[in-house]
């Protein structure tokens, strides 16, 4: 074991200063638009001609991570530090067209163009010696052009890079960096106020830098979308989405300690009809039902409804509840997929357009398909590679995970937060590892505490 170095001291000892210095900075007399409404998540910016706005930002976070390995126990605790620069390129947002500098108001622009960019650097500070390997800078851009994007006919072409960064669940080296891009572009015919079609297409590539990962978490995904929406009333419309999705993995089986999965490509098909709406100025709601289905090379199909509804209930004009649930399928590293079905309920209070309080609770039940022999027909039995299935051979996962966040925005462009975050995984499964011996508890509580600082121009 070795102790923090000296340099490291000194990064955290000027990390607390910036954040307490932070608290000095004078409260302007006045929201401008921007910091009232949090829908919008940048600040008035710099223009660059009659068109272009420069977004720069600059996000810092300190705090303890108790559980940086998601270990069952024996956890390794450790101080956290997030630096996050951001930096954004746009064509006028709403709050200058609705504004009358420039002569801009009324105008309706036939191009809207994004370009986004943030690093994130990450890193983990405590006495053991493995935490100095966590160190690592992740990445997420996207750049987006809307063509006629007020017209009846719209063209919208976008892509999203993400580097991310997690730590892993066993005290080993590398993180489980993944690297995942979707490009995809999008037509919509809007032939009046109360009618719109869609249709999009998108394609995702997920690769893992590691490599003994990327058979289980490696894919590439077409997505073809089509969508229906139509506003019957003031406020409430009827809608539909439909979605086809090849998946093809990146290799056919997966080899843990030993034990061979079968893994498959597979088509997801799915349909959904809605109704989204606000039916009184206090009491909305958002409902999808339908129909999802997956077919695999081998194993277990997947054929269920699907959906997610939500309620929500304006206690008063600048604070909401939000409580819904949702029924998907989700791919899976070990088997064919798993059912997610996952409860959530929510709260935000704005206090005069500056100060934020969120709390969101989630409750999570994940169920796995069948997990089969390598050759994708005899089902496994417990053993080494797993352990604690139930009698249908698959696995159930209860998850929950509870935040509590608030913001305090200072001036136009500074603000300072905190959150609290917990996660919980609840299952006696256990799960072969490919780095060390004998099987690993997928089990773990994890507490995470920041506190930070953000500047958004």
């Given at each position: 074991m070795c102790h923090v170095s000296t340099s490291r001291n000194a990064r955290l000892a000027v990390l607390i200063v910036l954040l307490s210095a932070s608290t000095l900075v004078p409260v302007t007399a006045s929201a401008q638009q921007w910091?009232?409404?949090?829908?919008?998540?940048?600040?008035?910016?710099?223009?660059?001609?009659?068109?272009?706005?420069?977004?720069?930002?600059?996000?810092?976070?300190?705090?303890?991570?108790?559980?940086?390995?998601?270990?069952?126990?024996?956890?390794?605790g450790a101080a956290r530090l997030r630096?996050?620069?951001?930096?954004?390129?746009?064509?006028?947002?709403?709050?200058?067209?609705?504004?009358?500098?420039?002569?801009?108001?009324?105008?309706?622009?036939?191009?809207?163009?994004?370009?986004?960019?943030?690093?994130?650097?990450?890193?983990w500070f405590g006495k053991d010696q493995i935490l100095d390997d966590r160190r690592d800078f992740g990445i997420q851009t996207d750049v987006g052009l809307v063509i006629f994007?007020?017209?009846?006919?719209?063209?919208?072409?976008?892509?999203?890079?993400?580097?991310?960064?997690?730590?892993?669940n066993e005290a080993m080296v590398a993180n489980y960096t993944l690297d995942r891009n979707t490009a995809g572009i999008g037509f919509s015919v809007v032939p009046g106020t109360a009618l719109e079609v869609g249709l999009d297409y998108r394609y995702t590539l997920n690769f893992y830098e590691l490599p003994w990962l990327r058979t289980a978490g490696n894919y590439h995904k077409h997505d073809i979308n089509l969508s229906f929406k139509w506003k019957f009333?003031?406020?409430?419309?009827?809608?539909?989405?439909?979605?086809?999705?090849?998946?093809?993995?990146?290799?056919?089986?997966?080899?843990?300690?030993?034990?061979?999965?079968?893994?498959?490509?597979?088509?997801?098909?799915?349909?959904?009809?809605?109704?989204?709406?606000?039916?009184?100025?206090?009491?909305?709601?958002?409902?999808?039902?339908?129909?999802?289905?997956?077919?695999?090379?081998?194993?277990?199909?997947f054929d269920s409804f699907i959906g997610n509804a939500e309620l929500r209930f304006f206690v008063t004009p600048m604070s909401a509840i939000r409580?819904?649930?949702?029924?998907?399928i989700q791919p899976s590293y070990f088997t064919n997929y798993y059912e997610r079905n996952e409860w959530y309920l929510a709260y935000e209070q704005l206090i005069a357009g500056r100060v934020l309080l969120s709390a969101?609770?989630?409750?999570?039940?994940?169920?796995?398909?069948?997990?089969?022999?390598?050759?994708?027909?005899?089902?496994?039995?417990?053993?080494?590679?797993?352990t604690n299935l139930d009698k249908n051979h698959r696995v159930d996962w209860p998850v929950l995970k509870a935040m509590l966040?608030?913001?305090?925005?200072?001036?136009?462009?500074?603000?300072?937060?905190?959150?609290?975050?917990?996660?919980?995984?609840?299952?006696?499964?256990?799960?072969?590892?490919?780095?060390?011996?004998?099987?690993?508890?997928?089990?773990?509580?994890?507490?995470?505490?920041?506190?930070?600082?953000?500047?958004?121009?």
């Open positions: 910091v009232a409404n949090r829908s919008y998540t940048e600040g008035i910016g710099i223009k660059l001609g009659s068109s272009l706005v420069f977004h720069p930002g600059l996000g810092v976070e300190a705090g303890y991570d108790s559980n940086v390995f998601f270990a069952d126990e024996d956890s390794v630096i996050v620069p951001t930096l954004a390129l746009a064509t006028l947002p709403p709050q200058r067209l609705d504004d009358e500098e420039g002569g801009l108001t009324g105008k309706k622009p036939t191009l809207e163009f994004r370009f986004g960019f943030a690093g994130i650097y990450e890193d994007p007020y017209g009846k006919f719209r063209l919208r072409l976008y892509d999203e890079f993400a580097r991310s960064i997690r730590a892993p009333l003031p406020k409430t419309a009827f809608v539909f989405t439909g979605r086809v999705s090849p998946y093809m993995r990146w290799g056919n089986s997966l080899d843990s300690a030993g034990y061979v999965f079968p893994l498959s490509d597979s088509v997801d098909v799915s349909a959904m009809v809605g109704l989204v709406g606000l039916f009184t100025p206090r009491f909305g709601l958002a409902l999808n039902v339908g129909y999802g289905a997956a077919f695999f090379g081998k194993g277990d199909d409580a819904g649930f949702i029924r998907d969101k609770f989630r409750l999570g039940y994940w169920k796995y398909a069948v997990l089969y022999q390598d050759d994708g027909a005899g089902v496994l039995t417990v053993s080494d590679a797993f966040f608030a913001e305090y925005r200072i001036t136009d462009w500074i603000a300072i937060n905190a959150t609290f975050e917990y996660t919980g995984n609840f299952t006696d499964t256990r799960l072969a590892s490919t780095v060390a011996s004998g099987a690993i508890p997928e089990s773990y509580n994890k507490f995470e505490v920041f506190g930070g600082v953000r500047a958004m121009y």
